[in-house]
């Protein structure tokens, strides 16, 4: 593995086609959320599908809000397409055919001549795409398990939501963290409720907008989020947002979510 990647580095934005040919990269995949990458040898090796059930098992809760799974394979998109849809995988599969990033980051397995799969490699990254968290599962009790995977995305969120602690956020510090708290980015929004409690924070790419703006809609409820207030402090800035409208009757679900059947 290359000597630079360790926790606290930029990992690579890889760049690669996924099921359906499009290429996507991994900054679009976690829309700056953390991110789990697993190196996967391919369809053919039962233990990785065996690591790849225990990933499926686990997308729902990181995937419903708070992070994303994305797996990379020396398979052709074709095969990776059936290999997803076989696992009832909710998350992409890129394809390395060439094997060009398992070169490029010293990770393909030597031993193999036949198949020159990626060794399996998992990497948890956070909302910036630094890594925070390697495994290798030559050995398959290397990989790590779902619990150190929730571990991990645990420590990540400790680190950049400061309402991971809510009571000390809402009623030390008067009700949001100050814009260097948190996510380590130049600006970063706030999403608080209607009396100013900080509920979730991330960052921010372009222009910094105006009080009034609208910063994007609820999934949940579909009103806009609406800058209150900009803050500068520590270098960095924050644009607070708050929900603007009507809520609606609270007993009528707005969002689409339900609880996936379970196939035995």
């Known amino acids: 593995m290359r000597e630079d990647l360790v926790p606290g580095s930029a ?7 996924e099921t359906t040919g499009k290429e996507l990269t991994l900054s679009q995949i976690a829309g700056k959320s953390p991110l789990v ?6 369809w053919w090796c ?7 059930r225990n990933l499926v098992a686990l997308q729902d809760e ?13 398979d052709e998109p074709y095969v990776n397409g059936a290999f997803r849809a076989g696992l009832g995988a909710d ?13 490029e980051l010293d990770i393909l397995e030597l031993t193999d001549g036949l198949h020159r799969p990626f060794l399996p490699m998992t990497f948890v990254l956070d909302s910036l795409l630094a890594l925070r968290g390697v495994w290798c599962g030559f050995w398959f009790w290397g ?3 779902p619990d150190e995977l929730r571990l991990t995305l645990r420590e990540i969120a400790r680190a950049e939501q400061p309402s991971f602690d809510p009571h000390r956020v809402w009623r030390e510090l008067g009700g949001a963290a100050p814009p260097d708290a948190g996510i380590e980015a130049p600006v970063v929004w706030i999403r608080e409720d209607d009396d100013g409690h900080e509920l979730q924070r ?8 105006a009080v009034g703006d609208e910063l994007g809609r609820s999934p949940v409820d579909g009103r806009p989020w609406v800058v209150r207030r900009i803050e500068e402090s520590g270098g960095r800035t924050a644009i607070h947002v708050s ?18 059947p379970r196939v035995p």
């Open 11 to 17: 990992f690579p934005d890889l760049r690669l086609p």
């Open 37 to 42: 990458v697993a190196f996967v040898r391919g």
């Open 202 to 209: 991330g960052v921010h790419e372009g222009e910094v907008p």
């Open 243 to 260: 929900k603007e409208g009507a809520t609606g009757d609270p007993r009528l679900v707005k969002h689409h979510i339900t609880v996936p």
């Open 62 to 74: 990181v995937q419903r809000e708070y992070g994303r799974i994305v797996a990379v394979t020396v």
């Open 91 to 103: 998350f992409p599969f890129l394809s390395d055919v060439e094997c060009r990033v398992g070169e």
């Open 143 to 145: 990989n790590p398990t």
């Open 46 to 52: 039962p233990k990785e599908q065996v690591r790849l």
